[in-house]
């Protein structure tokens, strides 16, 4: 299996620093992902109930909030067309996708979604760094390699590919999540349209697709770790979505699944 996966990727350089962050990315998601499963809920979202009381605790409006978790990892993404300038396109693309990526998530902030309720500051700053911090990673590994030999199986074109579509898909179902309440309407309803007739979180899965895409980008084992890591956080938070959904709505449709069609 090992060989098989050598295949797909860079030899890995040795970096305390990407070592370290590897273990780090993985543990950190994967052990996310089991306590959303759970019921463990990080302090934000319709999982937590911000606005009860809560003392000696900073709040930010729930818009302000998410700027505060994508606009750093936005800049870190920018801020590498400066740093590590004149590299190879391979490069190039992957600091594209991933400056696009929080780009565009900060204007989904700005313009597309609507928030209920407020956030609490303390779970916000390591959740800022993490985006931040793995970013960062991913771009100092690309750099890491370069000069290395390349994966013996080149998916750069197939991940920029992928990389879209996801993250075509996942504006559009954000979209949709937008429509579904008016300026002054703060009750949750259940989502209708594109996908979310198949799974309650189609917008996760474009996020997936797109993670993956940069991997393909990148080819580098941060990147896999951290495609690997995304999908098993985001499959515990989208099973708790779907748990969620069916102890509030008793019209909610069974056949719908959390996140893989039919499957999952």
């Known amino acids: 299996m090992a060989s098989i996966l050598m295949k797909f990727l860079f030899p890995c350089p040795p970096n305390l620093l990407i070592s370290a962050m590897s273990v780090v990315s993985l ?3 994967v052990s996310s992902g ?6 463990k809920h990080f302090q934000y979202s319709k999982f937590w109930n911000a606005n009860s009381p809560v003392t000696n605790q900073i709040k930010l409006s729930g818009r302000n909030g998410m700027l505060l978790l994508y606009t750093p990892a936005f800049f870190a993404g920018l801020s590498s067309f400066w740093l ?3 590299q190879d396109l391979r490069f190039l693309y992957l600091k594209s996708a991933l400056t696009f990526h929080f780009f565009k998530r900060t204007l989904e902030v700005l313009f597309i979604h609507s928030y209920s309720g407020s956030m609490i500051l303390v779970s916000l700053i390591p959740m800022s760094f993490n985006y931040f ?3 960062a990673t991913m771009i100092y590994a690309q750099h890491v390699i370069q000069g290395y030999p390349e994966p013996s199986i080149d998916l750069t ?3 920029i590919v992928l990389f879209l579509i996801g993250i ?3 504006f559009y179902h954000h979209y949709l999540l937008s429509k579904l309440r008016s300026k002054n309407d703060k009750e949750y309803k259940i989502p209708k349209g594109g996908l979310f007739d198949l799974v309650i979180c189609p917008h996760y899965l474009f996020e997936i697709l797109g993670f993956w895409g940069v991997f393909f980008i990148s080819q580098t084992l941060y990147s896999f770790i951290y495609a690997f890591g ?9 099973y708790a979505t779907r748990r969620w959904y069916l102890s ?3 019209d909610f449709p069974k056949h719908v699944k959390a996140l893989f069609p039919f499957v999952y």
Do not use: C
């Open 27 to 29: 543990v950190s998601l």
């Open 34 to 39: 089991f306590s959303e499963a759970r019921g």
């Open 84 to 86: 590590l300038p004149d």
């Open 133 to 135: 911090a793995s970013t």
């Open 157 to 159: 074109y197939p991940g």
């Open 168 to 170: 075509g898909g996942n």
């Open 230 to 238: 995304t999908t098993l956080y985001l499959m515990g938070r989208s």
């Open 248 to 250: 509030k709505f008793e």
